[in-house]
């Protein structure tokens, strides 16, 4: 198997930790020990004793270019919580800080990084699928690898990608929105996630341990054993007989890594249900609490029911596999069993999904519109709706199995059904744009495109879920185009959404507009010439999982290639924005960098911020006097300026520079 696209990622992502850690290097031991008051916070995100850092009339340090400090209005980037330091507890420095931390925020940050590594890598496997399938025949990989591709990018982005980056923003945010100190279980926080890596290592062992042969060929003798580990070919689906008798021993492995990564997510949502019930400040109530920990508790509502039974599931299959027995056998219809068992966590799965992407969207539209959340408890209604129907719904996935037509009617009637509540958010959420101050900055962007995704997704769906269009489309790529128009439409895009909305929380800077603009730009031109295609190609019958297909249906896979090439720049562009505006983006100059005061919607995270910026940094808000009479704004620093351009871009007054941002 071609391992080349792994080996440049982990280089890459050494690279970059090697370039951040030198950047954010600790200072010497005596520095730790030092009493907050006696120290000025650096715009590089360190500190210095105050006694070293007179300042000279000019406002600089002696010897030193001027830093900007709170009473000036400056937010040093280390106050966005990325490589922040705490220095009211006794967290360790450097590398064992993120090795034992319990904090609610760095957890949440790990659960990011790990869940962007596993993206880069699954999306590795998609393009390598797409790379194949632009010839009809198998001419690039053979068939055993590309099957092994399309198994490990399903179970990568599903269970490795998205579901660990909702929990890392639910970590990060969840405590900040409820008002709460931290999650309700802090150690048991932290072992969840501790047990996603290794089960990841479990999955993907197969292509691990042939990198580590052939390593070791190069400098030593050949290491047999460590080539009887082959990446597994049985679909994400791991329908059996296939799965049950393929000789690979990686698939053992695989099937224990989904069943340790099934119990590290058990657990990490029995922390976000009992945070939610007993953790939440007096100031909110059921009726007041925001939607994203509305829809992250109804999400975690249904870990609950259909994780375990996904584990059930695995552990009959390995022991069919091992031990003899015959839960899956044929004589006793356990292909069929299989399905049952797989699809009554798979599909809730799916909005286990995006419910968390619906929320999100939620909870950051109403920003950008001036205007609160239209219909705030149908929203609330809907979500638990779905989480409710979403176990009544499983066998539309087995509509051509054969099984009684009566029992196929009622699952067709519930599937429509489930397209209601979401119908229901997608109204409301054009209603909150309706006749609202609209500021098309970059996470509104995303989560129009998103909405527009979404709606196409949802309508193909309404389709699948009638029984004469199912048995004529179905395993073909016209199921493949609807569920990426989920996964790569409004999951992803939420998620891109929120990485611009809360950016300046994250990490005290801002991003790059233009590049925020050409990246949304990039990913829906992306997702629409990859996928549309693919709803051509499967209305005109090919089926997907194949490596090889007629001659007649090259020129739109190309197309949906050429597409996935798109949706990778825009990633590059994605990356490049985060990284490059951490190290040289504007500082901003107010906790309030959305101006979302006005309008009422300084939300709970944002005061938070805030309180931080005040306790920690003496930090004087704009709309607040020093004690010694209003502050002028060149006293303070900031720029009030009334430009409606800047104010598009959601930047509020005190932002530095509104055109710096373009700069670099």
Same mark, same amino acid.
């Given at each position: 198997?071609?391992?080349?696209?792994?080996?440049?990622?982990?280089?890459?992502?050494?690279?970059?930790?090697?370039?951040?850690?030198?950047?954010?290097?600790?200072?010497?031991?005596?520095?730790?020990?030092?009493?907050?008051?006696?120290?000025?916070?650096?715009? /590089?995100? =360190?500190?210095?004793?105050?006694?070293?850092?007179?300042?000279?009339?000019?406002?600089?340090?002696?010897? =030193?270019?001027?830093?900007?400090?709170?009473?000036?209005?400056?937010?040093?980037?280390?106050?966005?919580? %990325?490589?922040?330091?705490?220095? *009211?507890?006794?967290?360790?420095?450097?590398?064992?800080?993120?090795?034992?931390?319990?904090?609610?925020?760095?957890?949440?940050?790990?659960?990011?990084?790990?869940?962007?590594?596993?993206?880069?890598?699954?999306?590795?496997?998609?393009?390598?699928?797409?790379?194949?399938?632009?010839?009809?025949?198998?001419?690039?990989?053979?068939?055993?690898?590309?099957?092994?591709?399309?198994?490990?990018?399903?179970?990568?982005?599903?269970?490795?990608?998205?579901?660990?980056?909702?929990?890392?923003?639910?970590?990060?945010?969840?405590?900040? %929105?409820?008002?709460?100190?931290?999650?309700?279980?802090?150690?048991?926080?932290?072992?969840?996630?501790?047990?996603?890596?290794?089960?990841?290592?479990?999955?993907?062992?197969?292509?691990?341990?042939?990198?580590?042969?052939?390593?070791?060929?190069?400098?030593?003798?050949?290491?047999?054993?460590?080539?009887?580990?082959?990446?597994?070919?049985?679909?994400?689906?791991?329908?059996?007989?296939?799965?049950?008798?393929?000789?690979?021993?990686?698939?053992?492995?695989?099937?224990?890594?989904?069943?340790?990564?099934?119990?590290?997510?058990?657990?990490?949502?029995?922390?976000?249900?009992?945070?939610?019930?007993?953790?939440?400040?007096?100031?909110?109530?059921?009726?007041?609490?925001?939607?994203?920990?509305?829809?992250?508790?109804?999400?975690?509502?249904?870990?609950?029911?259909?994780?375990?039974?996904? +584990?059930?599931?695995? &552990?009959?299959?390995?022991?069919?596999?091992?031990?003899?027995?015959?839960?899956?056998?044929? !004589?006793?219809?356990?292909?069929? &069993?299989?399905?049952?068992?797989?699809?009554?966590? +798979?599909?809730?799965?799916?909005?286990?999904?995006?419910?968390?992407?619906? +929320?999100?969207?939620?909870?950051?539209?109403?920003?950008?519109?001036?205007?609160? @959340?239209?219909?705030? *408890?149908?929203?609330?209604?809907?979500?638990?709706?779905?989480?409710?129907?979403?176990?009544?719904?499983?066998?539309?996935?087995?509509?051509?199995?054969?099984? /009684?037509?009566?029992?196929?009617?009622?699952?067709?009637?519930?599937?429509?059904?489930?397209?209601?509540?979401?119908?229901?958010?997608?109204?409301?959420?054009?209603?909150?744009?309706?006749?609202?101050?609209?500021?098309?900055?970059?996470?509104?962007?995303?989560?129009?495109?998103?909405?527009?995704?979404?709606?196409?997704?949802?309508?193909?769906?309404?389709?699948?879920?009638?029984?004469?269009? /199912?048995? @004529?489309?179905? /395993?073909?790529?016209?199921?493949?185009?609807?569920?990426?128009?989920?996964?790569?439409?409004?999951?992803?895009?939420?998620?891109?959404?929120?990485?611009?909305?809360?950016?300046?929380?994250?990490?005290?800077?801002?991003?790059?507009?233009?590049?925020?603009?050409?990246?949304?730009?990039?990913?829906?031109?992306?997702?629409?010439?990859?996928?549309?295609?693919?709803?051509?190609? =499967?209305?005109?019958?090919?089926?997907?999982?194949?490596?090889?297909?007629?001659?007649?249906?090259?020129? &739109?896979?190309?197309?949906?290639?050429?597409?996935?090439?798109?949706?990778?720049?825009?990633?590059?562009?994605?990356?490049?924005?985060?990284?490059?505006?951490?190290?040289? +983006?504007?500082?901003?100059?107010?906790?309030?960098?959305?101006?979302? *005061?006005?309008?009422?919607?300084?939300?709970? #995270?944002?005061?938070?911020?805030?309180?931080? &910026? #005040?306790? #920690? %940094?003496?930090?004087?808000?704009?709309?607040?006097?020093?004690?010694?009479?209003?502050?002028?704004?060149?006293?303070?620093?900031?720029?009030?300026?009334?430009?409606? !351009?800047? #104010?598009?871009?959601?930047?509020?007054?005190?932002?530095?520079?509104?055109?710096?941002?373009?700069?670099?």
């Amino acid at each position: 198997m071609n391992v080349s696209p792994f080996v440049v990622l982990v280089v890459a992502s050494l690279l970059l930790a090697g370039v951040l850690y030198w950047r954010r290097r600790e200072s010497d031991e005596t520095t730790l020990t030092e009493p907050l008051a006696d120290r000025l916070v650096r715009s /590089d995100g =360190g500190e210095e004793n105050a006694s070293s850092a007179r300042r000279s009339p000019s406002g600089g340090t002696d010897g =030193g270019d001027a830093r900007p400090s709170a009473s000036d209005g400056g937010v040093a980037p280390s106050m966005g919580m %990325l490589f922040k330091r705490e220095h *009211k507890t006794s967290k360790p420095y450097g590398l064992m800080r993120w090795l034992t931390t319990v904090d609610h925020k760095d957890i949440g940050f790990l659960y990011l990084l790990f869940g962007l590594a596993a993206a880069l890598w699954g999306a590795t496997d998609a393009f390598m699928v797409r790379t194949e399938l632009i010839t009809p025949s198998v001419d690039v990989w053979d068939e055993n690898t590309y099957n092994a591709l399309f198994t490990t990018h399903g179970l990568t982005m599903l269970l490795f990608f998205v579901t660990p980056v909702f929990n890392g923003v639910a970590n990060y945010f969840l405590p900040l %929105l409820l008002d709460a100190d931290d999650m309700a279980f802090p150690r048991i926080n932290a072992i969840a996630f501790w047990l996603i890596p290794f089960s990841f290592v479990m999955v993907r062992a197969g292509l691990l341990t042939e990198v580590l042969a052939k390593v070791i060929d190069v400098f030593g003798p050949r290491i047999e054993f460590l080539y009887a580990l082959e990446p597994p070919t049985t679909g994400w689906t791991m329908y059996v007989p296939l799965s049950a008798t393929l000789p690979n021993p990686q698939i053992d492995l695989m099937l224990l890594g989904l069943h340790l990564s099934g119990i590290a997510t058990v657990i990490g949502a029995i922390n976000i249900i009992v945070t939610v019930f007993t953790e939440r400040g007096e100031g909110v109530t059921w009726s007041e609490m925001d939607i994203f920990t509305w829809s992250m508790l109804t999400a975690s509502g249904l870990i609950l029911f259909a994780f375990p039974l996904l +584990g059930s599931a695995l &552990l009959m299959l390995l022991l069919d596999r091992n031990f003899g027995t015959a839960f899956y056998a044929l !004589e006793a219809n356990g292909p069929i &069993l299989w399905q049952h068992l797989f699809w009554f966590f +798979g599909h809730p799965e799916v909005y286990i999904l995006v419910l968390p992407a619906f +929320g999100l969207t939620s909870q950051i539209l109403p920003k950008f519109t001036g205007r609160t @959340l239209f219909g705030y *408890k149908f929203i609330v209604y809907s979500t638990l709706a779905i989480g409710v129907l979403s176990f009544g719904v499983w066998a539309h996935h087995m509509f051509t199995t054969g099984i /009684d037509p009566r029992i196929r009617a009622s699952f067709m009637v519930v599937t429509l059904s489930i397209a209601v509540p979401s119908a229901v958010k997608t109204f409301n959420w054009i209603a909150t744009m309706w006749n609202g101050d609209i500021r098309l900055a970059a996470p509104l962007q995303f989560l129009v495109a998103g909405i527009s995704l979404f709606i196409v997704g949802g309508v193909t769906g309404v389709f699948l879920a009638s029984i004469p269009v /199912d048995l @004529l489309v179905h /395993d073909t790529y016209y199921v493949v185009a609807h569920f990426h128009f989920f996964v790569a439409g409004i999951i992803a895009f939420s998620m891109f959404a929120a990485s611009y909305y809360w950016y300046p929380l994250f990490t005290g800077r801002w991003y790059s507009k233009r590049l925020a603009n050409l990246h949304t730009a990039l990913s829906v031109v992306g997702v629409l010439v990859t996928f549309m295609p693919l709803f051509v190609i =499967g209305l005109m019958g090919l089926p997907r999982r194949s490596a090889s297909y007629p001659a007649q249906f090259a020129p &739109l896979q190309q197309i949906a290639s050429f597409g996935a090439l798109i949706i990778a720049i825009s990633v590059g562009v994605w990356l490049f924005n985060m990284v490059q505006s951490y190290r040289v +983006g504007p500082k901003i100059r107010s906790a309030d960098p959305w101006n979302l *005061k006005p309008t009422g919607q300084f939300s709970n #995270e944002w005061q938070w911020f805030e309180r931080r &910026l #005040e306790q #920690e %940094l003496g930090y004087v808000p704009d709309d607040r006097s020093d004690g010694e009479g209003e502050r002028s704004e060149a006293e303070t620093g900031r720029n009030r300026s009334t430009n409606r !351009e800047r #104010e598009s871009d959601g930047q509020s007054a005190g932002s530095e520079g509104a055109s710096a941002e373009e700069d670099y």
